[in-house]
């Protein structure tokens, strides 16, 4: 049994996700906890909501209320959504946790020990208007390198390149749009990640197996342009991890906080912590996850995150990590997504364009979500939602494939031989047939779960439902049943067991369907199958069973219509 940390992209706190959120961090990271915990692994899964920055700020005053309650009531309902979704999180803390301060404020004083962190004077822009410094991203301006009007004071997202505020040419506040700004002298702390270029292109290179699209953005921010930049790490606010403590190893920095950006991956470490807390559980229990030197030499750490994330993950966490000259536990694998559209285009909130997890929510149950969404995950290109694409893969995959087979054996079952599987005949040429093929499909399956391609891996999946309805089609029990009821019986039986071995295999991508299906069966305690030959008798001949409701019901074009139209936005 191996050990497997696990950790999600934390989702910012200033409002509520739209679907390509969920599908580029959360979903895909829950998937694979939940197929590592159906393989008798012992996971850790952990997420969070990040609660610090400028954004939150402004959301809060936004809505009128202090930003501390602002962010305790968005963690309620961001935890809730998660739950609707069915998201495993072992543990969904938050990065204004006093675990993450206290972590934060430890590690930052470990690298300011060991040389990397250091003072330096900067111009920093203050808005008059505002009456506050800006934020990096609160500045926008023209790219003194290609010319667009919409850069932003820490990068342009046209062209890519980085930048300081200073570098804009007619620089204004994105918060109020003013241009009466000042540049005014202040102090800050910076992380000297250049000087670990080399460490970390070695870190990156040894690495087995990462998605191009990881090391490709990593490899960029480490050797384009300028190269890696040593990156300030504090900021002029008033909500954050506060940079003056007891034991910090320099002085002058009251009134500011750490960057939310060097904060919020340490909430990683202080969420496993929250969770110990919460479990009644010393240091030890969360050390053993993150510590090396505690028995984290044996946990294999995967992160999932959107492509925007990647330079902090393979960058500016690690150097936090190995430049405090602890040994802390690295990530052994990073999968990044892509961007998921909406019909072609942005999602908006502004305008009302796509469509947001508490919407979804309630417009189908979460099943159809997880499957639609994992099943076109972004993983070597963007994907495009769509209404129509959406209709026909829980039509034809769920309704007609899963749902399809679940109902025709169980209702044929029951009106020809009782809700309880029939006895009679035997398994032949027809069944080793099926199992043959199965296992094949089950091999690749797992390998594509292995190696987090789980896009493929639906693919097998729905394969692996397909094989039990062709084998059902050609077998055909209702036909047989006239001239041989044992006959029939027999594929009956095999087909029971085919159901339960798809609720068990089912579970990763929609949970609640595997339990409806499992539950059914009276096999809630199945697991993941080792002999594939036993599982396919695991129900005996006598062991009761319920004909589960329509379990995927289908979408009509009306419904499809009013949809697309609905969450068109505006013109």
């Given at each position: ?416 031989f009782g809700e309880e599987v029939p006895a009679g005949g035997s398994y032949g040429a027809a069944e080793a047939a099926v199992m043959a093929e199965i296992a094949k499909r089950l091999k690749v399956y797992e390998a ?55 609720g068990v295999l089912s579970g990763p991508y929609i949970p609640d369907a595997s339990k409806t299906i499992l539950a059914a069966m009276n096999a809630s305690d199945a697991a993941w199958p080792e002999d594939l030959e ?38």
């Amino acid at each position: 049994m191996a050990r497997i940390l696990i950790t999600s992209a934390l989702p910012y706190i200033n409002g509520i996700k739209h679907l390509g959120n969920l599908v580029g961090s959360q979903l895909p990271s829950d998937a694979y906890a939940r197929y590592m915990r159906a393989k008798g692994h012992e996971v850790m899964f952990i997420c969070a909501t990040d609660e610090h920055g400028t954004p939150a700020e402004l959301a809060a005053a936004k809505a009128g209320v202090p930003v501390a309650k602002f962010c305790a009531d968005m963690h309620v309902v961001q935890k809730d959504i998660a739950e609707g979704f069915r998201l495993s999180f072992d543990y969904f803390g938050r990065s204004s946790s006093d675990r993450n301060r206290e972590i934060t404020q430890y590690l930052a004083a470990a690298l300011g020990r060991e040389g990397l962190i250091e003072e330096v004077s900067e111009k920093q822009v203050y808005s008059h208007a505002d009456k506050r410094y800006l934020p990096d991203r609160y500045i926008e301006g023209t790219c003194p390198n290609c010319g667009d009007e919409k850069a932003r004071g820490d990068q342009c997202e046209n062209c890519t390149k980085q930048l300081n505020p200073t570098d804009l040419i007619n620089p204004r506040s994105a918060i109020s749009g003013s241009t009466d700004l000042e540049v005014r002298e202040t102090k800050h702390l910076y992380l000297k990640q250049s000087t670990m270029r080399e460490t970390l292109d070695k870190w990156i290179d040894s690495q087995e197996g990462w998605p191009i699209l990881t090391t490709s953005i990593a490899k960029k921010w480490l050797h384009d342009g300028d190269g890696l930049r040593d990156r300030g790490i504090t900021r002029d606010l008033d909500w954050g991890v506060p940079v003056q403590f007891d034991g910090a190893p320099w002085s002058g920095m009251e009134g500011k906080v750490f960057y939310v950006w060097f904060d919020a991956p340490i909430e990683y470490i202080s969420a496993t912590a929250e969770w110990a807390d919460a479990n009644g559980a010393g240091d030890e229990a969360w050390e053993r996850w993150w510590r090396v030197d505690k028995g984290a030499d044996d946990v294999r750490y995967v992160q999932f995150m959107g492509k925007d994330n990647v330079p902090f993950h393979t960058l500016s966490f690690p150097a936090t990590m190995m430049g405090s000259g602890e040994p802390w536990k690295l990530v052994d694998f990073i999968k990044s997504y892509n961007w998921l559209t909406y019909e072609g285009g942005k999602f908006s909130t502004s305008q009302g364009r796509g469509i947001f997890m508490n919407q979804a929510l309630e417009i189908f149950p979460s099943d159809y979500w997880r499957w639609w969404l994992l099943s076109n995950a972004p993983e070597s290109s963007d994907s495009n939602f769509t209404w129509e694409s959406f209709q026909g893969g829980i039509n034809k995959d769920l309704a007609d494939v899963l749902g399809n087979f679940v109902s025709r054996v169980t209702k044929f079952c029951r009106g020809k031989f009782g809700e309880e599987v029939p006895a009679g005949g035997s398994y032949g040429a027809a069944e080793a047939a099926v199992m043959a093929e199965i296992a094949k499909r089950l091999k690749v399956y797992e390998a594509n779960m292995e190696a987090v391609e789980l896009r493929k891996a639906a693919a097998d999946l729905r394969a692996i439902w397909a094989a039990g309805n062709e084998y059902l089609q050609a077998a055909a029990p209702w036909t047989i049943y006239k001239e041989s009821p044992e006959d029939a019986a027999a594929i009956v039986r095999f087909a029971l067991n085919l159901i339960r071995l798809y609720g068990v295999l089912s579970g990763p991508y929609i949970p609640d369907a595997s339990k409806t299906i499992l539950a059914a069966m009276n096999a809630s305690d199945a697991a993941w199958p080792e002999d594939l030959e036993a599982d396919l008798s695991a129900l005996p001949a006598g062991h009761a069973f319920t004909t589960p409701e329509v379990m995927f019901a289908k979408i009509t074009d009306e419904r499809r219509d009013e949809l697309e139209a609905q969450f068109a936005g505006e013109d």
